[in-house]
């Protein structure tokens, strides 16, 4: 499995960006989709995961309300919608791909099997 992400750039606090992330497999709708992010200087942490079947979308806190994941299992593309951005969401941001995740794991960098190779975000102040 190999994952592509994309959609990152420069915007001004308040702004928003779109991230991309599409899968080369074959069954995409098998498997849970996350975002992780990491800031400079410290470790890769979770935003957000669509499980497969879309039955529940965890958030990390810090964005809770202001992102939102989405998958498009037809064009084997999962999304980060990333509204009222602030200097503190600048981050390289990751998409990960796992087919064994639950509600206790899904939050676990370790628990995903494939990386994307991250888009960097940087918001101004």
């Known amino acids: 499995v190999q994952l592509q992400a994309c959609g990152g750039g420069l915007v001004q606090a308040g702004g928003s960006l779109r991230l991309s992330c599409i899968a080369s497999v074959n069954t995409f709708n098998a498997y849970t989709l996350g975002w992780f992010r990491r800031e400079p200087g410290k470790e890769r942490e979770f935003v957000a995961a669509s499980f497969r079947g879309g039955s529940s979308t965890p958030y990390a806190g810090s964005v809770k309300g202001r992102f939102t994941i989405s998958r498009d299992n037809a064009k084997n593309t999962v999304y980060l919608q990333m509204n009222s951005l602030k200097p503190e969401d600048t981050a390289v941001y990751y998409c990960?791909?796992?087919?064994?995740?639950?509600?206790?794991?899904?939050?676990?960098?370790?628990?995903?099997?494939?990386w994307g190779q991250g888009t960097q975000v940087t918001v101004s102040s």
């Open positions: 990960a791909a796992g087919r064994r995740l639950i509600v206790s794991t899904v939050r676990r960098e370790s628990a995903y099997d494939y």
